[in-house]
């Protein structure tokens, strides 16, 4: 899939041949009209490969640059022919841009000057390295006509395709019912003809006993009816307990956030180290909620996340993922075109997953930095957690297994090296448990 | 078997032709009880439209709905910062050093604040000067969060914005200036030079300005004498653990006595080592913290004080003096007289008689002594307040002689003696602004009230000693719209900076950084002493060096907290640096001589002065109340005061024979709790009426004390409204004053949490011996382990054989002990409100504390003793033989619980005693309380149930039941009431809710904090990083909080200690909080 979107995309005429693919047979000479244009338009500038040129975009400049947006630096959809029109300059002008910009600057060139004071004194990084080529194949990239959104269309049929599925099952389904009731009928029809034959030739059904119904042997039966309520009431206490003893387990509590944040995204796919953003937790007793100006190390250039990932967000999840991201914009502050902070803030209001209650002390440090334990053994595979839930059910119970079964990590930690002796002396143990270290006191989580 | 008993329940029973009994006979309750009022009223209970089925069904429903709805889960909100402040990492604490500086109290803090709010304060060890935070200082992180703060600039009533305020008090000034008027700067003691430079400056851009310095409970008279002396308004310092031989006369420095600050020095020379320690001797009319700690005291009345002081001075310096002192004052003072000349420069006298004369006197003794203790070349700035200035203000005012008033951190109008002539001159000013965080008495008289910020808000500078410098910088951005007078005085003066760059504009002591974050500098340029012992002082100094310049929000973080978070390379290090000051000598050179003649015709005024007839009153502030600024804060108003114990009032003290005389009594009702009557209290004619009376053991007689700071009317809560106002009576700023007084109708209801005064012969609770038997005598005599017999044979108690439980192995990792040292321990209460603020602990109320449900989880046990000493007690409880007779023990029990006339008095902090073989934790059928390996005994609030059988079992008392809801519960309207109050909850400890027990934790948390840190940072924890509350606020030492299985710790040391004992040992519950026996110091020189 990905793959076959990277050579449409890297078709200059990537659109056009979204609709050649349905009727390509009828459409040849127009697709030979269009290549011939390409071509023309490319010949009239220098020779520039832009599928090379992407590859040296993408490495060098997209950092700072974007073909249609403002970023660090200015947009470069024509940039060539943009100068040439606007401001006279030649090509000559952009290679001495390009690979000396601070000299070009200090030359006291006017426009140079204009450029540098427009965009705050940023200076671009010099690219000596790069050849005359490169900059032709890079200017060709960038002289690329803008490419048209995605046609939605093809979501919707691609959908439509898996639906489909759902519907010939239901028809199987459906099918079967309506045998199973013919047969049921049929049954019904044969039990019904038989009785009359039988009636007609005058044969009579066996009579059964006239015994005691079985519900009045039944109530008869005291010890019976004594180990029948015994056997209830310890059914229902049985069910009872598991119901109380689930009241504010929260287990599986998967809330619907104010932004769709997605961990599969940003600890799976990406590999995030969990406290590069819950970076409290190594020190502190909360793993805290990553404030938005660590959001917004990344996302002050990933303004929209790449089409395939828009793709499977729509389809899989129903989430524009685009728009997430201009909701983090909104919280921060964050004018795209202007690049800059407005200062307007609109905090987000997470929704709290686990809650532990007040009187439970929980110290993240203690456990992710002392003992060494990953995230995951609380949390669960939050890297392939879309929307992110409660995986464990922080019951006491819990904790104590834990504590009970897991050993201290006591290597290399100057604090315990007396008291592990000590201890492993006492217990005649090499490995001590938290519990053994006195984890399972009261004191130690209520106070 | 029969019997022919008759059985009778009163005497009118015996009279057989009583009609009474007859009556009783045939009804079983003596009064009807009203069943037919109710039930007889059928039509109210037919016409109701609630019958009793419905009722039980609306109750049933509403039950079951309820439960329903407990069971869903509510939906919590989690916001993160937008930007986050690089210092601030949720769940971990940031300190801050600052001082406070309210006119009142003085001293050095550290700031702990978590997520950006002040939620408790601490000593700042590095400062050198005033570095113990006392109670009131403890509790100021609460006076932060004073819902009744003005919260915005007024006018008449109304807010009005800062841009109106300045635009009309410019015009209003500027138009004052153009009349010619004079303007006035009523202020507070700033003691900042910062504050000095910008007044002066606004005066010269007003012109006819005049700055007066009014000292709420004024130290005018020293100051003066002071300044008559050495040339410097200022005040004397005293090293209190320099001295051998201490003589006070009246002056109470344990307290605010000059604005206090001096216990810590005094706990040290009471610690005795080889065999030596201070002896203190105190002549004083109230029963004061210090006359408690003394070694001997006197009690005489204020004008016998002043005899006393000039025939101190004859007999130490020359000279004779007049005096008609009763026989027994009079060889106290001989033999007083007589230690202070055999210790010479080891000696010291202060005073604190309201009088030139007296503190001239005083300081002309100590000059005379050579006294080591005494130190003039760095006086004391705390107070700089003027009399004379102060009176001539009204004076003026109500001629109309001034044109506008600008009030900033006083309340004239509740402080002065003469309050309606204030209201008046008040009125005739064109511009009055007071700067004040309430809208109190003053403020809302005051025709602008600015809305000043609090000291944990605000920028500056203070000189608290000559040379010793603190620095306050803001720990919270300021929560309202407030302005403190410094900035508004660079507004009206015309500058564009911040007072904060206008303080560090004028700093010359160094980076300025540094001395932010270390709250404290030192200057080295000392001027040198005109007068003064020889001393070289060389002060060793442990100070924080910082590799990199933290510099975060508006402060510099004093990173405590090693290791939170801070990585290697930018760690505090200690260094240790010494810097040694010489003060030259003056020795008895022309100015001194000056100064004994000064101080010989002072003598002769003191003893001529020192005329009385009838009663005479001694005024006096509290430990928990000062000078009334605080009223408003529910941690001080519940704050039991240590010498009468008795919360949320203030009281006539009197002696037992005057109250008498006067009618007046104190008795117990059914519930144990204190009544007493109410007096009418008269002063030249000015009456304060229906003050409560205390029966005060140790009250002079002749005299009778009352306490500044309570009366207060406007700007705080009506539950704090308690107590009688007593500045009406402190008419020129005089603490004794004739007085007269007359028994008013009613009883009053105390708070009391103590209703037992005395030991009761129970020497094992507080131990106690003389210097003498300590140092000559064996352990065994002054300090014996109890024992019990085993086979005939008495074995200690401590032995494991008598023991009724298997020991447990307690040599593994820590082993927390608390050691309380009897002798340092002043009983000032700090470690009690520091318990409050680190441990959410509720205040309930003057009328559950009078229920006896206080919830101090740390109290200050104080008893007198019954004869004139404890072992006097101890004797006569021992020679009790059989029931009836002299020395029967049915009456002699009953007189052991009546305190003596002039008792020895002795404080013992109290709290959970974390026993190893806890009582409290065998009763529990829940096991909600159990033991810890650390020696700590915990307590899961979650699990208990509210049976209060550990309470009932526990042999201290110590543990707190949860009667009510203390927090959103309108019942209980303080502070855990709003969400103001509560942000200064801490947030590692649980707040309780109702019907669970809670107790004293040993701050389990704070040393789990201390595990956890040295875990993460790989390494062993060094003595004296385990902390509780209550140890890190003890500035005296007398608490010690360590780890016993480190033998090198401090509290494994003091274990071993002769003076070591354990409270109640011969229970057998050996508990992990030590106790050292008294020793008081009676050997007469």
């Not at chain 1, 015994?230 to 598991?242: D, K, N, T």
Request: net charge negative; proline share 3%; hydrophobic share 35%.
């Amino acid at each position: 899939m990905k793959k076959s979107y990277q050579s449409l995309e890297d078709n200059p005429t990537n659109n056009m041949i979204q609709v050649i693919y349905r009727h390509l047979a009828s459409k040849i000479p127009y697709l030979g009209l269009v290549i011939l244009l390409t071509f023309s338009t490319s010949l009239s500038a220098q020779e520039g490969d832009p599928v090379k040129g992407k590859t040296i975009f993408n490495t060098n400049c997209a950092s700072c640059h974007n073909l249609d947006r403002k970023m660090t630096g200015p947009a470069l959809r024509n940039v060539e022919s943009r100068l040439e029109d606007e401001q006279g300059l030649g090509r000559d002008w952009l290679d001495k841009w390009i690979r000396n910009s601070a000299g070009l600057i200090k030359s006291g060139d006017a426009y140079a000057n204009q450029v540098y004071n427009e965009y705050n004194g940023t200076a671009m990084t010099a690219f000596p390295q790069l050849e005359d080529q490169d900059i032709s194949d890079i200017l060709a990239y960038t002289a690329e006509p803008a490419k048209e959104k995605v046609v939605v269309d093809e979501v919707t049929s691609g959908g439509g395709g898996s639906s489909e599925g759902g519907i010939s099952s239901k028809l199987i389904l459906g099918a079967l019912a309506i045998l199973f009731a013919l047969l049921a009928i049929a049954l019904i029809l044969v039990r019904k003809t038989l009785n009359r034959f039988a009636e007609e030739k005058g044969i009579e059904a066996a009579q059964k006993d006239k015994s005691l119904p079985i519900w009045k042997a039944f109530v008869q039966n005291q010890f019976l009816v004594l180990v029948t309520v015994i056997f209830f009431l310890l059914a229902s206490a049985y069910f009872v307990y598991g119901y109380l003893s689930q009241i504010g387990v929260d287990q599986g509590y998967e809330p619907v956030q104010p932004i769709h944040y997605s961990h599969r995204i940003h600890a799976g796919d990406n590999g995030i180290d969990c406290k590069y953003c819950h970076s409290s937790a190594r020190v502190s007793k909360h793993s805290g909620i990553p404030s938005l100006n660590i959001c917004m190390n990344c996302h002050k250039s990933i303004y929209q996340v790449a089409d395939e990932t828009q793709q499977e967000g729509m389809d899989e999840y129903g989430v524009d993922y685009n728009a997430e991201i201009q909701k983090l914009y909104k919280a921060v502050g964050w004018d795209e075109a202007e690049q800059t902070y407005t200062g307007v803030t609109e905090p987000v209001k997470w929704i709290r997953i686990h809650n532990l209650p007040d009187f439970a002390y929980f110290n993240h440090s203690q456990h992710v930095e002392v003992a060494g334990v990953q995230c995951q053994t609380c949390h669960g595979p939050v890297e392939e957690m879309e929307v992110m839930y409660q995986h464990a059910p922080l019951t006491m119970g819990w904790c104590i297994n834990c504590h009970r079964e897991t050993n201290v990590n006591v290597e290399g930690n100057a604090y315990y090296t007396k008291i592990h002796d000590e201890l492993s002396k006492k217990y005649g143990v090499d490995k001590l448990t938290a519990a053994q270290m006195g984890g399972l006191e009261c004191g130690k989580c209520h106070y | 078997m029969s019997s022919n008993k008759k059985y009778w329940k009163s005497v009118e029973e015996l009279n057989e032709n009583s009609s009474i009994v007859e009556t009783l006979k045939q009804n079983e309750f003596v009064n009807e009880i009203p069943t037919d009022e109710f039930l007889g009223d059928k039509e109210t209970l037919e016409s109701s439209s609630t019958t009793r089925r419905d009722f039980l069904k609306y109750v049933g429903f509403s039950t079951a709905a309820a439960s329903l709805a407990a069971c869903e889960g509510p939906v919590i909100k989690a916001i993160p910062y937008v930007v986050q402040p690089e210092s601030i990492i949720p769940g971990v604490a940031n300190y801050y050093a600052t001082t406070i500086a309210n006119g009142f109290d003085f001293a050095s803090v550290l700031v702990k604040t978590r997520e950006g709010r002040p939620i408790k304060i601490e000593n700042n060890d590095l400062a050198k000067t005033h570095n113990g935070a006392n109670a009131r200082v403890n509790a100021s992180v609460l006076g932060l969060y004073d819902s009744l703060r003005v919260k915005s600039a007024m006018k008449g009533g109304q807010d009005i914005l800062w841009s109106t305020f300045d635009t009309e008090t410019n015009q209003k000034l500027t138009d004052l200036k153009t009349a010619g008027k004079e303007i006035v700067l009523l202020t507070q003691t700033y003691a900042s030079p910062s504050t000095s430079r910008l007044i002066s400056e606004f005066k010269s851009k007003y012109g006819n300005v005049r700055h007066v310095i009014y000292d709420a409970v004024s130290e005018s008279p020293a100051l003066d004498a002071f300044e008559g002396s050495y040339g410097t308004r200022g005040l004397a310092s005293y090293d209190f653990s320099k001295a051998m031989t201490i003589v006070s006369v009246g002056a109470d420095f344990l307290g605010d006595w000059q604005g206090g600050g001096f216990d810590s020095g005094y706990a040290k020379g009471r610690v005795p080592k080889n065999g030596k320690m201070s002896r203190h001797i105190q002549f004083e009319s109230n029963m004061s913290l210090t006359g408690a700690n003394a070694d001997k005291r006197v009690p005489l009345t204020p004008s016998q004080q002043k005899q006393v002081l000039a025939k101190l001075y004859s007999l130490v310096v020359g000279g004779s003096a007049q005096t008609d002192l009763p026989e027994n004052i009079n060889k106290a003072v001989q033999n007083a007289a007589s230690e202070l000349n055999k210790a010479g420069s080891n000696g010291v006298l202060v005073t604190g008689i309201q009088d030139v004369n007296a503190q001239t006197v005083a300081l002309a003794i100590n000059e005379k002594l050579n006294s080591k203790a005494f130190e003039t070349s760095t006086p004391i700035l705390t107070r700089q307040g003027s009399n004379t200035a102060v009176t001539k203000l009204v004076a003026d005012m109500k001629a109309g002689r001034v044109g506008g008033i600008i009030m900033s951190g006083v309340n004239p109008m509740y402080t002065l003696p003469n309050v309606s002539e204030f209201a008046e001159g008040l009125e005739k000013t064109e511009l009055s602004i007071a700067f004040s965080m309430k809208a109190d008495e003053t403020a809302t008289k005051a025709e602008y009230i600015a809305a000043a910020p609090h000291y944990l808000e605000s920028w500056g500078d203070v000189e608290i000693k000559k040379g010793h410098f603190s620095l306050m910088q803001p720990t919270i951005r300021p929560l309202f719209d407030t302005r403190q007078f410094q900035d508004a005085l660079l507004k009206w003066t015309g500058s564009d900076k911040t007072y904060r760059e206008y303080i560090k504009s004028g700093w010359s002591g160094g980076s300025f950084n540094k001395a932010l974050q270390d709250g404290v500098y030192v200057s080295d340029t000392f001027s040198s002493a005109p007068n003064g012992a020889s001393t070289t002082t060389t002060e060793t100094s442990s100070e924080l060096n910082d590799k990199k310049d933290r510099t975060f929000l508006g402060g510099v973080i004093h990173d405590v907290a090693v290791g939170v978070g801070i990585k290697d390379e930018d760690k505090d290090e200690y260094s240790t640096t010494t810097s040694s000051a010489t003060t030259t000598t003056g020795g008895l050179n022309g100015t001194a001589g000056a100064t004994a003649i000064n101080a010989g015709s002072a003598a002769r005024n003191l003893a001529s002065s020192a005329k009385s007839e009838g009663l005479e009153l001694s005024l006096y502030t509290k430990v928990g109340m000062g000078d009334g600024q605080d009223a408003n804060n529910p941690w001080l108003q519940e704050f039991p005061d240590p010498i009468t114990r008795t919360s949320w009032d203030n009281y006539l003290t009197i002696s037992a024979a005057d109250a008498k005389t006067a009618g007046l009594e104190n008795k117990h009702v059914a519930t144990g709790a204190l009544d007493g009557s109410y007096a009418d209290v008269t002063v030249n004619g000015v009456t304060v009426n229906n003050v409560p009376v205390i029966i005060q053991p140790g009250q002079a007689n002749g005299s009778i004390g009352l306490s500044l700071g309570y009366g207060r009317t406007a700007g705080l809560k009506e539950e704090m409204m308690t107590g009688v106002n007593a500045y009406p009576l402190y008419q020129d700023f005089n603490t004794a004053q004739n007085v007269s007084i007359k028994k008013a109708a009613g009883m009053h209801e105390f708070a009391c949490v103590q209703l037992q005064n005395t030991l009761m012969g129970r020497g094992d609770i507080i131990k106690e011996t003389t210097l003498k038997i300590f140092s000559t005598e064996d352990r065994n005599v002054w300090n014996k382990v109890p024992t019990v017999s085993l086979n005939h044979e008495e074995v200690e108690i401590t032995s494991p054989e008598v023991d009724l439980w298997d020991e447990f192995d307690r040599s593994v990792g820590h082993h927390f002990n608390l050691s309380i040292d009897l002798n340092s321990c002043t009983g000032c209460g700090a470690c009690v409100i520091a318990c409050h603020a680190e441990n959410n602990v509720p205040v309930v109320g003057k009328e559950e504390i009078r229920r006896s449900r206080d919830m101090h989880w740390l109290r200050i046990d104080r008893y007198y003793s019954s004869e004139d000493t404890f072992a006097e007690d101890d004797t006569k409880k021992d020679e009790f033989s059989g029931l009836w007779g002299d020395k029967g023990s049915l009456g002699g029990f009953g007189e052991l619980e009546h305190p003596a006339d002039n008792p020895q008095v002795a404080f013992q902090p109290v709290m959970c005693q974390h026993c190893n073989h806890a009582p409290c934790e065998t009763v529990c059928p829940v096991a909600a309380t159990s033991h810890g390996r650390q020696g700590q005994n915990h307590m899961a609030y979650n699990r208990c149930v509210g049976t209060r059988y550990c309470a009932n079992n526990c042999p201290y008392k110590v543990r707190r039941f949860n009667w009510f809801l203390y927090n959103k519960n309108d019942e209980f309207d303080y502070h855990m009431n709003d969400d103001l109050g509560r942000m200064v909850l801490n947030p590692d400890v649980t707040v309780r809710s109702r019907g669970v027990m809670e107790k004293c934790s040993m701050c389990i948390q704070m040393t789990q904090k201390t595990i956890l840190d040295a875990k993460r940072d790989g390494r062993v924890i060094k003595d004296g990083e385990f902390q509780t509350a209550c140890s890190a606020a003890c500035s005296s030492g007398a608490m010690k909080f360590g780890d016993i299985n480190d033998k090198e710790s401090e509290v494994a040391k003091l274990k071993e200690d002769d003076r070591m004992y354990h409270l109640l040992e011969s229970v057998g519950t050996k508990p992990n909080v030590q106790y050292h026996t008294k020793v008081r110091n009676t050997t007469e020189a």
